[in-house]
């Protein structure tokens, strides 16, 4: 049980020790979803080399960028330890783009979300399946909707902790470590791609857009897929 006296143990510690001790309460059932992203590359770089007891994993869309490939060998060429691969239900995929066609997410939102759903919602919670804690590359000033977000939160939903170890990051923390421990990282983050997800619902932003801007930037709100928006309730 994490309970508000623990939370704010972790929330003072080192980034490796928060996650030491989170992943030492539950060593068989902590799991971190890495998108490939930076924030997630910090995390992978911290969770790999302290050999913590945390289960990696990515979903592969099916449309993420050749980059996100090219990095995920690099990743486990450089840490040799296992990123486990998700791919969305091939029956799902083969009636929704059968149905919809190969690019529907651009002509609805209820399109969008109906692919984010299969392609990243339910493989997301076959690989939770088992898992205690659900650690992820969150950060508060990513968008209105990651403001208030909590270090820790239990999900009734999924039954588990969400432990959001890098909220209260700025995005040059993020860099600056990256920089600090030479950690690989996705090039595409050097050309204006601040968030990425699959290639074709993400494109480069301009200065002084908004970091998420990128991401369905034909929808007007809503630049969430549904991997973090029903959560749940501080835990205590
Ligand atoms: S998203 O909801 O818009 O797609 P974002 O790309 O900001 O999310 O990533 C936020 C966190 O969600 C990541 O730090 C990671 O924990 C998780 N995540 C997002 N996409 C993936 C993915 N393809 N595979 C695994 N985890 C992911
Ligand atoms: Fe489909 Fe785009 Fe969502 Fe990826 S981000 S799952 S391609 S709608």
Same mark, same amino acid.
């Given at each position: 049980?994490?309970?508000?006296?623990? *939370?704010?143990?972790?929330?003072?510690?080192? =980034?490796?020790?928060? *996650?030491?001790?989170?992943?030492?309460?539950?060593?068989?059932?902590?799991?971190?979803?890495?998108?490939?992203?930076?924030?997630?590359?910090? =995390?992978? %770089?911290?969770?790999?080399?302290?050999?913590?007891?945390?289960?990696?994993?990515? =979903? @592969?869309?099916?449309?993420?960028?050749?980059? /996100?490939?090219?990095?995920? %060998?690099?990743?486990?060429?450089?840490?040799?330890?296992?990123? #486990?691969?998700?791919?969305?239900?091939?029956?799902?995929?083969?009636?929704?783009?059968?149905? +919809?066609?190969?690019?529907?997410?651009?002509?609805?939102?209820?399109?969008?979300?109906?692919?984010?759903?299969? !392609? +990243?919602?339910?493989?997301?919670? !076959?690989?939770?399946?088992?898992?205690?804690? $659900?650690?992820?590359?969150?950060?508060?000033?990513?968008?209105?909707?990651?403001?208030?977000?909590?270090?820790?939160?239990?999900?009734?939903?999924? #039954?588990?902790?969400?432990?959001?170890?890098?909220?209260?990051?700025?995005? %040059? %923390?993020?860099?600056?470590?990256?920089?600090?421990?030479?950690?690989?990282?996705?090039? =595409?983050? @050097?050309?204006?791609?601040?968030?990425?997800?699959? /290639?074709?619902?993400?494109?480069? *932003?301009?200065?002084?857009? @908004? /970091? !998420?801007?990128?991401?369905? $930037? $034909?929808?007007?709100? #809503?630049?969430?897929?549904?991997?973090?928006?029903?959560?749940? +309730?501080?835990?205590?």
């Amino acid at each position: 049980m994490i309970n508000d006296e623990l *939370i704010q143990e972790i929330g003072e510690a080192s =980034l490796p020790e928060a *996650i030491r001790i989170v992943s030492g309460l539950f060593p068989d059932s902590t799991v971190f979803s890495s998108s490939l992203g930076q924030e997630d590359q910090v =995390l992978t %770089d911290v969770i790999f080399r302290n050999d913590m007891p945390v289960r990696v994993f990515t =979903l @592969d869309t099916g449309r993420l960028f050749g980059e /996100a490939y090219e990095l995920y %060998d690099r990743i486990v060429a450089r840490y040799k330890k296992p990123v #486990q691969v998700f791919f969305p239900d091939a029956a799902d995929v083969e009636q929704f783009v059968t149905e +919809k066609g190969m690019n529907s997410f651009y002509e609805s939102v209820e399109n969008r979300k109906g692919c984010c759903y299969i !392609r +990243k919602v339910k493989p997301l919670n !076959r690989a939770l399946e088992g898992a205690k804690v $659900w650690i992820t590359g969150l950060r508060a000033d990513q968008s209105a909707n990651r403001e208030n977000m909590p270090l820790i939160e239990w999900s009734e939903e999924k #039954q588990l902790y969400k432990f959001n170890p890098l909220i209260n990051w700025s995005l %040059d %923390d993020v860099l600056d470590y990256l920089k600090e421990f030479n950690v690989p990282y996705n090039p =595409l983050h @050097d050309k204006g791609f601040i968030s990425i997800g699959c /290639a074709p619902c993400t494109r480069a *932003i301009e200065p002084g857009e @908004d /970091a !998420r801007a990128g991401r369905w $930037w $034909w929808e007007s709100s #809503q630049k969430e897929c549904g991997l973090h928006s029903s959560v749940v +309730k501080v835990a205590s």
